[in-house]
């Protein structure tokens, strides 16, 4: 089956523009989740997805992200306006329901300039 | 914050068994341990889970103490390819819920 897909896999945009991130989980897979790496730091949880529905969004650090999930397939997380702080990578993780196992994709890597 | 404490880093002999150790003396009953590994410009990766009982799959084997408070990795003969950073993740028994990734160990496999 395929894997987790990200799109772009790297994104080079200027302070106060917006930037809007792609995730494909595996197909069937209810559970789809959101994490980040900031240079120097862990990474770091985002958001959780069950189906279309947000499930956990505690990790959100500000309002300036918005995630959507599409009728419970691929997700998008949206930044706006982007800021310095926001380059890191993004990587997004699915499950199917119950499963332990989580799915990451390649992420995506954001420079904001 | 991450409920584990892994060495910084660590060198494995090509061939060689690795092991990578983890503390996570708060576990509680109802937690199991993870690894996932994470190999340079990749997406983490899952390698293994247990509860209290040691476990093996094709990738690694997983020894749990009896107390529960710390675990071993052991990758049994490692090779260039398994050059990553390891992720020693302690997480409900709940498989619906995030990660929560500490620094983790960088293995160096040397040839």
């Known amino acids: 089956e395929a894997g987790v897909t990200q799109f772009p896999s790297h994104s080079v945009i200027e302070k106060g523009q917006t930037v809007t991130l792609r995730c494909d989980p595996i197909?069937?897979?209810?559970?789809l989740y959101w994490y980040r790496r900031v240079m120097g730091k862990e990474i770091k949880f985002l958001l959780h997805?069950?189906?279309?529905?947000?499930?956990?969004e505690s990790g959100m650090p500000n309002n300036r992200f918005l995630a959507e999930r599409t009728g419970g397939t691929y997700s998008t997380l949206k930044v706006q306006p982007a800021e310095l702080e926001d380059s890191g990578v993004y990587f997004c993780?699915?499950?199917?329901?119950?499963?332990?196992?989580?799915?990451f994709g390649p992420g995506t890597r954001l420079t904001v300039l | 914050d991450a409920k584990t404490t892994q060495p910084p880093s660590m060198d494995c002999a090509e061939g060689r068994a690795a092991n990578l150790p983890c503390n996570h003396s708060?576990?509680?009953?109802?937690?199991?341990v993870y690894w996932y590994r994470q190999i340079h410009s990749q997406g983490p990766q899952y390698i293994i889970h247990?509860?209290?009982n040691n476990e093996t799959n094709e990738m690694a084997s997983l020894i749990i103490t009896e107390d529960r408070k710390s675990s071993t990795l052991i990758l049994p003969h490692a090779t260039l390819r398994d050059t990553a950073v390891y992720y020693c993740i302690v997480r409900s028994m709940d498989g619906n819920t995030p990660l929560v990734f500490g620094k983790g160990t960088r293995l160096s496999v040397i040839a």
């Open positions: 993780a699915s499950s199917r329901w119950g499963y332990n196992e989580q799915f």
């Open positions: 247990g509860l209290k």
């Open positions: 997805f069950v189906k279309e529905s947000k499930q956990d």
């Open positions: 708060t576990i509680s009953g109802n937690e199991y």
């Open positions: 197909s069937g897979h209810d559970n």
